[in-house]
């Protein structure tokens, strides 16, 4: 949601203050599918739980499962993976 966000939010703030509810109603929320909200649930879950344990615990891998989750839903195309996954210079 970053990424898009700061294509529609104009005036590029970082303080929470700034989000406006016009800029947040613009944001494309796909409708899925309980199964596929209980997957991701589960992995945010698990990430918490891990790091409730283990503040210091790699959880990179099941962040990459919720991203790919989240392509999925998008229908992103390869291409537009990569663009998202590009750090910003």
Do not use: C, W
């Not at 109603?25 to 992995?43: F, G, H, M, V, Y």
């Not at 962040?63 to 989750?69: A, G, H, R």
């Not at 291409?79 to 996954?85: C, K």
């Amino acid at each position: 949601m970053n990424f898009l966000y700061s294509f529609i939010n104009p005036e590029k703030g970082e303080v929470l203050a700034q989000v406006k509810k016009n800029h947040v109603e613009e944001l494309p929320i796909p409708n899925s599918a309980a199964d596929q909200q209980k997957t991701i649930i589960d992995r945010v879950e698990s990430i918490l739980a891990t790091k409730n344990t283990n503040p210091s615990a790699d959880t990179s891998r099941l962040e990459s499962e919720i991203d790919q989750l989240v392509y999925t839903l998008y229908g992103l195309t390869p291409e537009e993976i990569a663009i998202i996954e590009t750090p910003a210079k």
